[in-house]
């Protein structure tokens, strides 16, 4: 996935570390294998060039994951779309790298016309996905999250009842320590942020993920072009919105809710929230620095705190 990851777990006496990594790392390579854009062969990647008018069989962690996507993508009419392939390509954010800065116009509607939620269609009875041709599927807002997932219930799996699992940034926790703390984390804060008061949460039984224009990113001609791709119109968003992080006890869904509320805005992405009663924070960034605000549910799960 291009990325790191870290476990930090209470384990038994007796229980090995090394048996541990290893089992961690095979949970982790059956995600990349399945859903990596950048593995050739990945079932992803076979999907995506699939012939037009084709049922594919899919394993069933990675239909559970497109089928998750593809409902976050109806509720946001579009503002999350797992058919983003061509366009993250387009702009240099996919596996493919590009020479040129910044796509033209006519990239962005040839790959516009090769987009579209609508237009995969799912077998639930035999885990098949309809490809109409030429459509490349792009998991990567979510499946980091559902790879957090993946260990957290191995560990599980493997008697381990105090964990805190980390996969580029996104994090799951569970337990106390012997200290009989439970996991503090620091929600992730945008470089140069130093205003206003850090929010540190529990993760007990919850997952937290974060999606901000900063990871990754260009400047061209004095602009500069956030990664997060609006699927409705094909250009990166420009509404100033900085940073979404979402609690949630699955890391799967928290993850694709942050890009979902990333490309929706600010008063957008607040009336999802409160629509789905998640805990969320929004950081915007002004002339003179950044402006957070709290869904009703993260200030009262921060104020129980």
């Known amino acids: 996935m291009g990325t790191t990851w870290r476990v930090k777990a209470m384990v038994r006496v007796g229980q090995v570390d090394s048996d541990l990594t290893r089992g961690i790392q ?9 859903m990596s854009p950048w593995e050739p062969q990945s079932d992803l990647m076979r999907f995506n060039r699939a012939a037009a008018g084709t049922w594919n069989a899919i394993p069933a962690e990675f239909y559970q994951v497109l089928e998750h996507a ?43 016309r090769h987009t579209g939620w609508q237009k995969l269609k799912l077998d639930r009875a035999n885990k098949r ?37 980390e996969v580029g940034g996104e994090l799951r926790g569970l337990g106390i320590k012997t200290d009989a703390q439970p996991w503090w984390v620091e929600l992730e804060n945008p470089p140069g942020k130093s205003d206003g008061i850090n929010s540190i949460v529990a993760l007990h039984c919850l997952s937290v993920a974060t999606s901000g224009d900063y990871r990754r ?5 004095g602009i500069r072009y956030s ?13 100033g919105l900085a940073s979404v992080s979402v609690l949630h006890p699955e890391c ?34 002004e002339e003179h620095g950044y402006r957070e605000h709290w869904s009703p549910m993260l200030e009262a799960m921060l104020d129980e705190d």
């Not at 095979?26 to 399945?34: F, I, P, R, S, Y």
Request: charged share 20%.
């Open 26 to 34: 095979e949970q982790l390579d059956q995600v990349v294998a399945q």
């Open 70 to 112: 593809l409902f976050v993508a109806e509720q946001t009419q579009g503002a999350y779309d797992p058919t983003i392939g061509h366009l993250a390509n387009a702009w240099g954010f996919g596996p493919r790298a590009r020479s040129e800065p910044s796509p033209s116009e006519t990239e962005i509607s040839h790959a516009l």
């Open 129 to 165: 996905v309809y490809q109409a041709g030429d459509i490349h599927i792009d998991l990567c807002s979510t499946a980091k999250g559902y790879g957090v997932d993946h260990v957290a219930r191995y560990l599980e799996h493997q008697g381990i009842a105090s964990y805190l699992v």
């Open 217 to 221: 990113g260009f400047e061209s001609a």
């Open 227 to 239: 990664h997060t791709i609006d699927p409705r119109n094909g250009y990166p968003v420009k509404h």
């Open 252 to 285: 799967m869904i928290a993850d694709a809710l942050a890009t979902a509320m990333m490309v929706l805005g600010l008063d957008a992405g607040m009336a999802y929230a409160k629509k789905l009663q998640s805990a969320v924070r929004f950081i915007v960034r």
